[in-house]
Structures are given as C-alpha cells and as structure tokens.
C-alpha cells in the first residue's frame, strides 16, 4: 500500500498528517500472534496529536511485544475526497495499511460534535456502523473518553464502551482478545467475556424501554450475569501508574506542541456545571518528585523548549511550589518555558507568576465563569470579583498585556444582571491596567473576553436543567456584544447551533444513533468546525427520524426521570447531585472538600475510606 500512498500525499495540503515516521513514532515487526489496535482520534492530526491520553495509550500499549498499537486521525475534507474517488481505504499513521486490517480499534470521544467523524472514519475503511452487521472479519469498535460516560447515543454503533481510566483496562481487553483469537475468534464469546471485567459496559446485552411521553421506562441487561450496573475504572496510585518518558514528536505544528506533564486527576471544587470536576473523581496526585523526572526525560527525549503542567484545577496541587521551583531551577537558564494553566483566582499565587515570568511570558487565562457573584454562588464557582481584579493588577505590575476571561451563558438561574456583569468586569480589567502606573506596564493591553454556551452534561448537578433555546443564545450575544465595544477588548463566542447539538447527543439515549447516521449519509462531518456545520442537514435528520432534538436540549428533567445514563455508576451519588441542585437554587456554597468530606459517595463506593 505504501507506494499508493505515497503517491496521493503528493495531492493533499498537508502530506505531514498522514506521512508518519516520526521521531519517537513506533515500527514494528507484525507477525500473526500480534494484537493490532488502531487508537482512532475523530479529529485532524493537529488536534489529535495534541491530546495527552493519545501519548499516554500509544506509548503503554506499544511498550508490550505483543500489541502493536497505531494511529487513526480524521482526514481533512482534501484527503477524504482522493479517497473516496479513487475508492481506498483509510490507512493508519504507523503502517500505512487500512484500518479495516486492525484487530481493535478504540475511539476517544472528547467531544460529542466529533460522532459524525466516528462515522466517517469507519465508513472511509469500509466498516459497518451497526455493531449488528460486523462480524468476525471486522475489528471490534471500541468508545472511550468523557463522552462514553453516557453512551447510548452511540450504543448501536460501538460493540464496548470503556468507563474510566483505561490504562489497566485495555490491557485486560487485549488478554481476553489474545485468548480467543487463539482459540478461533468469536466474537460474541469475546463480548460475553470482556463484559465481566469491570469498566466494561456491551451495549448490545442491554434492552431499552420507553414511555408513552418518550421518556425510558428502564435499561436492563438481558441475562442476569450482565452487571445492572457499570462501574467506571480508576487507577488508585497514580504515582505508580504508566506515564511515558518519550512522545511523539510531529512534523508539522500542532494546537499544543510541548511537552506535557500529568500532575494530578481529579478536582474537588465541585463545580456544578462541570462534568470533568463529578467524573475523575477520587483526587490523586502524582508526587513533584516523579514530575520532574518525567520532565527531565521528555525534553531530552523530544527537544521541546516549554512544559506544561496538565491538570484540572493547577493550582489546588499540594506540591505546586515546589515543582514550579524545581523546573525554573533546572530549565530556567535554558529559556526553557513554563505554561500553568487552569489556575485560580482564589489562590493565584503572586509569588509563583513571578518565577515563571522571569523565563518567558506568554498570556494569563482566567474563568470566572459567571459575571455576578450570586450566579457564580448558584453554580459553586466559589472565587470573588476581587479576587480577579488584585490578579490581574499584581500581573499588568509584573508586566502582563494580554489576558483571556472565560465565561458561560445560558446558566441556570442567570438573568440580564448577570451577562450585564461579564462586561462590567471587562471593563474593570481595562481600568486595572490604566491604573498600574504607566513606567511598570507593558504597553498594547489585550483582553479577550469569551463566552462559551452552557450545556448541561451527564453526572453534573445540572444533568436535570434545560439548555437555552438557540434564539435566547443569540440574543444574549448579541446583547453582550453591544456592551463590549471597547478598543481593548475583543468579544468571542461559541455558535449557538453547534452548542444546541452538543446539548442534544450530551443528553442524548440511543434513538439518536439512527439521526446519526442519516446526518451522516446526509454529508455531515467536522461538526465542530464552523465552516463544515450543516445545521439545516441536522434538522432534516431529526425530522425524517421523528425526533424533535429539543425534547433532549431544552427540557427540564424531574429528579424521579430514569437518564439514558443511570446504569453507568461513577461513584458520585444521585442524591449528592439533587443536593447541589437544591443548593444552587438557595445560592449555596459547598465547600472544597480537600477542606472535609462533602458526601458525593466516591470515597465509599470506589476507594474506602478518606480520599
């Protein structure tokens, strides 16, 4: 296949993201007792190559002898076309070979405006979408990621979803397929044997029953060994666990091109709108020791000249100071950059941001979130305007000119007062940095202020809200937009439609695999990228399926409703969701519960005992 392959790279725009080869990339020596897993990221190279969970499967699997584990990206609407009219098959990174060639391959769902390019990536390798039509001749189809945590929407396309961190368990799902491909591959014996191990949910032995009202009567699985419940997977010592030393270093640019240090999973602000903050729980930290030796190695693996520290929430690790120290120290005279994202306002360390700036500047991020302190009191985000901005003040001192502010639109229980309040504190921003004496700032101030739309996720507080209509998300744009002109500021926001559907397949049950599809054959791809969107090819979806998607977006859901995602367990209690609903309705705070305990079930149902 190589010389045909070759020969199409000659006609695409950028060769780089399907030339493979490259330094620290894995070839190996393939022979009949090798398990061949194609690790499928539904996106371009640019975005794939810059996921951590990528490095992190690629380099665990293929450090065995008898896994070989290659990549799949999502080819650019110029590869898809040369394909498509010379009828060949989509090929993985590492070999060339058509992914129809791999025994396995895996999915990661980070976004749930990329499942039309899991469509599209088995389609070009002449898959079928159904898990019902492959056979023993097809790879098993695998999900995995965020978005797996509620995966019915995908249920009649996937033959398994993992749930959690999968390092260990894909491994286990590897042994059990080395096992049965000895004894003559089956694969429903395979699914019968993978569904035992914990982690692993088989949609196909699970039945679907609705209402009248459209709403699910229940999920049951359709034997009695099949668990009633799925527990996600962690790894309990995240010190211990894998973490590769080197990663693969691209040809061509892409969005995060440094290296990037894992320091801990987990978040215990308890966010309400957050899914990542209910999801990775328990907290657990990778100690600063063992993050610099990593660090160490992964430079002089890959010659990159920034780290980035990789977290949820950087600065509640208990060891920050002492790993920022340490890499300023070893790397600071080699000019050796350091990005700390995800910092809060709250514990923004002034002593810290000045270390890092001493090596070099790039902008400061921060996200409020919420424009007034009573909304972000109803959504637990527990930071003051003040707080804001001393930050941003102690910055333009230090000599910072461009800062980025993230908010969200359409929160439950936000008003007009609200979004007035993102503005206000735009302009408050500004007025900081005309306030810092003209001899200590720098000069071309630059603030970006964005605004995503809320989403209500699965396994949040708010998995039960409705999401604002696609015309109230406009307005408050558009209302937004006039009250931020302003020569400094720039006014970013995410398209209403795009957020509609998001909110459609986040809450989504598997009724919607057959819109899927029929979006799909319809020419819908790259819904995440605005150019590509076909809202209106959607809407003729839902139609032709009988489906109105605002009954999964805009509708409120009662606490007694069964969820598509219910028979998913991921230590965080329903009653620990209702109670912070409850609480975000009285504008209640609750506590970081590194301070104590706040009840969510995790530390009973997963670990025992104290997280």
């Known amino acids: 296949m190589n010389e045909k392959v070759e020969e199409i790279l000659y006609k695409v725009e950028k060769p780089s993201r399907y030339i493979g080869g490259e330094i620290n990339s894995y070839k190996k020596v393939i022979n009949e007792n090798m398990i061949r897993f194609g690790f499928a990221f539904p996106d371009i190279y640019e975005v794939g190559m810059s996921h951590l969970g990528m490095h992190i499967i690629y380099n665990l699997l293929n450090e065995l002898d008898d896994i070989y584990c290659e990549r799949i990206f999502a080819p650019w609407v110029d590869m898809e076309e040369i394909l498509r009219k010379e009828d060949y098959p989509l090929f993985t990174i590492e070999t060339h070979s058509s992914i129809s060639n791999m025994d396995i391959i895996g999915f990661t769902l980070q976004y749930e405006l990329s499942y039309s390019n899991v469509l599209n990536i088995l389609d070009l390798g002449k898959i079928p979408f159904k898990s019902s039509e492959r056979d023993e001749s097809h790879p098993i189809i695998i999900a995995g990621g965020p978005c797996a945590y509620n995966p019915e929407p995908l249920a009649d396309i996937v033959d398994i979803c993992v749930l959690g961190e999968s390092e260990e368990l894909l491994i286990e799902i590897c042994n059990v397929y080395k096992k049965i491909k000895k004894e003559g591959f089956v694969k429903d014996r395979f699914l019968q044997e993978v569904c035992k191990i914990e982690g692993v949910y088989v949609p196909s ?10 709403t699910i009567r229940f999920v049951k699985p359709k034997k009695e060994e099949y668990p009633a419940k799925i527990k996600k997977r962690i790894i309990r010592e995240l010190n211990e666990a894998f973490y590769p030393e080197k990663v693969i270093v691209p040809f061509a640019d892409v969005v995060h091109d440094r290296a990037m240090i894992e320091i801990f999973r987990g978040c215990t602000r308890g966010c309400r709108f957050c899914q990542a903050g209910m999801i990775y729980r328990p907290i657990r930290e990778r100690k600063s020791a063992r993050a610099l030796e990593l660090a160490d190695k992964l430079l002089k693996n890959t010659g990159y000249e920034e780290i980035s520290i990789s977290s949820l929430s950087t600065s509640d690790y208990s060891e920050l100071n ?13 000019k050796i950059g350091l990005s700390v994202p995800s910092m809060r306002l709250d514990s923004f360390s002034l002593k810290l941001i000045e270390e890092i700036q001493k090596v070099r500047k790039t902008g400061l991020t921060f996200a409020p979130e919420a424009g007034t302190q009573r909304l972000r009191d109803v959504i637990n985000k527990g930071v003051l305007e003040k707080d804001l901005i001393e930050a941003v003040t102690n910055a333009f001192g230090l000599g910072w000119s461009t800062v980025k502010l993230y908010f969200m639109i359409g929160l439950p229980r936000e008003n007009y007062e609200d979004i007035d309040g993102i503005a206000d504190l735009g302009r408050k921003v500004v007025q900081a940095y005309y306030d810092t004496p003209k001899e200590n700032r720098k000069k071309g101030l630059k603030v970006t202020v964005s605004t995503s739309s809320f989403v209500p996720k699965p396994f949040t507080p708010f998995q039960w809200e409705p999401q604002d209509k696609i015309d109230t998300l406009v307005e408050k ?10 020569k400094n500021i720039t006014y970013n926001y995410h398209d209403s439609k795009t957020s509609f559907l998001e909110g ?24 995440g990228w605005q150019e590509h969107f076909l809202y209106n090819n959607w809407m003729e979806a839902f139609e032709e399926c009988g489906i109105d998607p ?23 209690t329903k009653k620990y969701l209702i109670d912070e609903n409850e609480k975000s309705k009285e504008e209640k705070l609750t506590k970081d519960c590194r301070i104590s305990c706040t009840g969510c079930g995790i530390n009973s149902g997963f670990i025992g005992g104290v997280c």
């Not at 699970?206 to 209402?211: A, D, N």
């Not at 986040?506 to 790259?526: H, M, P, S, T």
């Open 477 to 486: 744009q558009n209302y937004l937009k006039g009250k931020l002109r302003h």
């Open 550 to 572: 605002s009954f999964y977006a805009n509708r409120r859901r009662e606490y007694d409703e069964v969820l598509p995602w219910d028979h998913i367990d991921v230590g965080v």
């Open 504 to 527: 459609v397949f986040a809450r989504g049950d598997r009724r919607l695999g057959e819109v899927l599809i029929k979006a799909f054959n319809k020419g819908c791809r790259f819904d």
């Open 205 to 214: 032995f699970y039945e679907v029953k609705y209402k009248e009202d459209n």
């Open 322 to 334: 002492e790993l920022v120290r340490g890499l300023i120290k070893n790397y600071g005279d080699k």
